[in-house]
């Protein structure tokens, strides 16, 4: 009979690693928030219901390439976003955005592959972001939503913060060259209790449908 002594599982983390706390740092003060604040006169609502530490899952609407970047900047915490596998190869570009939270997903691969990318993170102790739609649409609003904000809400029983975007679907217009330079406002909301362990399927669909409907009326307070 074996006396191996059983490995201990890994503990979870409760924050981001230091090396990608001093980057989002740097980065955020140094060249995003300037962006938002300044050139898209961007203004923060509900700062004070971002939970600073412990796994959290951020869902949001989806209009602009901008997001990403401006929702880790709005909640004061790096927020881990996939990302197309081929940008991790590029020079410089890869380790950074690697740094900075985001997660290689391959393009067109399965949903499956994607969760279980999204469920590392959250072990890894990083605010994980995800947008309700998968895509960006055209008016900013949410209308095809996926469940896998829910079911990776059921999975980890992280909270779940609801954050919307308004203005971003504006920010390009056809035709339009460069980013205008249109307002924003990010407004976050209160964290929600993610859906049991084991939830069923209408369980994943209710709360995927609240999700969409607090986003909704964030956006529906305009700026």
């Given at each position: 009979m074996s006396?191996?002594?059983?490995?201990?599982?890994t503990?979870?983390?409760?924050?981001?690693?230091a090396?990608?706390?001093?980057?989002?740092?740097?980065?955020?003060?140094?060249?995003v928030?300037p962006l938002?604040?300044f050139?898209?006169?961007?203004?923060?609502?509900?700062?004070?219901?971002?939970p600073?530490?412990?796994?959290?899952?951020?869902?949001?609407?989806h209009a602009?390439?901008?997001?990403?970047?401006f929702v880790?900047?709005?909640?004061?915490?790096?927020v881990?976003?996939m990302?197309?596998?081929?940008?991790?190869k590029?020079?410089?570009?890869g380790?950074?955005i690697?740094h900075y939270?985001?997660?290689?997903v391959?393009?067109?691969?399965?949903d499956r592959?994607?969760?279980?990318?999204?469920?590392?993170?959250?072990?890894?102790?990083?605010?994980?972001?995800?947008?309700?739609?998968?895509?960006?649409?055209a008016?900013?609003?949410i209308h095809?939503?996926k469940?896998?904000?829910?079911?990776?809400?059921?999975?980890?029983?992280a909270?779940?913060?609801?954050v919307?975007?308004?203005?971003?679907d504006?920010?390009f217009?056809?035709g339009?060259?460069?980013?205008?330079p249109?307002?924003?406002?990010?407004?976050?909301g209160?964290?929600?209790a993610?859906p049991?362990?084991k939830?069923?399927r209408q369980?994943?669909?209710?709360?995927t449908?609240?999700?969409v409907?607090?986003?909704h009326?964030?956006?529906?307070?305009?700026?």
């Amino acid at each position: 009979m074996s006396t191996a002594t059983p490995t201990a599982p890994t503990p979870q983390r409760d924050r981001e690693p230091a090396i990608s706390l001093l980057l989002y740092y740097l980065l955020r003060n140094l060249i995003v928030y300037p962006l938002f604040k300044f050139y898209f006169r961007g203004r923060v609502e509900g700062l004070e219901n971002v939970p600073m530490a412990g796994k959290l899952l951020v869902v949001s609407n989806h209009a602009s390439d901008f997001d990403p970047p401006f929702v880790a900047t709005a909640v004061s915490r790096p927020v881990a976003f996939m990302a197309k596998e081929e940008l991790f190869k590029i020079p410089l570009l890869g380790p950074a955005i690697r740094h900075y939270g985001a997660y290689p997903v391959k393009r067109g691969s399965a949903d499956r592959a994607a969760l279980r990318a999204a469920l590392t993170v959250v072990d890894e102790g990083w605010a994980t972001g995800l947008f309700l739609d998968g895509t960006r649409t055209a008016d900013g609003r949410i209308h095809s939503p996926k469940v896998g904000a829910a079911l990776i809400a059921s999975k980890t029983q992280a909270p779940v913060l609801p954050v919307s975007i308004w203005g971003a679907d504006k920010i390009f217009q056809p035709g339009s060259k460069w980013p205008r330079p249109v307002p924003l406002t990010v407004r976050i909301g209160k964290p929600m209790a993610p859906p049991p362990p084991k939830a069923s399927r209408q369980e994943l669909d209710d709360f995927t449908q609240l999700c969409v409907d607090r986003i909704h009326g964030q956006m529906d307070l305009g700026r």
